[in-house]
């Protein structure tokens, strides 16, 4: 039911900076809580960050946090992830996923976009 759809992926050099955006439509945006996963050629789907739809509670995984920031706009149905001092490690296709709890787990997510391109180069 409710659509997801990426954009800001691209090539950038290791160091650089590239913002994702998802946007929303088809759902009540604001009772969602939204997250970003990624996954690299021949590895799973992991969790990078999320951010609850009621207090804007945010979580990071350990392996982006304090250079990576997720945030929303509720106004325009949309959730962010700025991405800064990208290293090798980050190239990896980028999915927007929404649920309607406060998990964090990718298998409660309940509507996935169709993932951006991240490609970093050292």
């Known amino acids: 039911q409710a659509q997801l759809v990426e954009s800001g992926g691209g090539f950038v050099q290791a160091g650089g900076s590239l913002r994702l955006t998802c946007a929303a439509s088809g759902c009540t945006f604001s009772r969602y809580t939204m997250a970003w996963f990624r996954q690299a050629a021949g590895k799973e789907r992991e969790f990078v960050a999320g951010i609850t739809g009621g207090a804007g509670i945010k979580k990071y995984a350990d392996s982006v946090k304090a250079r990576f920031t997720i945030s929303r706009d509720n106004a325009q149905n949309t959730v962010s992830l700025q991405m800064d001092s990208l290293k090798p490690e980050d190239a990896a296709v980028y999915y927007c996923?929404?649920?309607?709890?406060?998990?964090?787990?990718?298998?409660?997510?309940?509507?996935w976009g169709k993932g951006t391109l991240v490609t970093v180069s050292s």
């Open positions: 996923a929404a649920n309607e709890g406060i998990s964090w787990s990718r298998a409660f997510m309940d509507y």
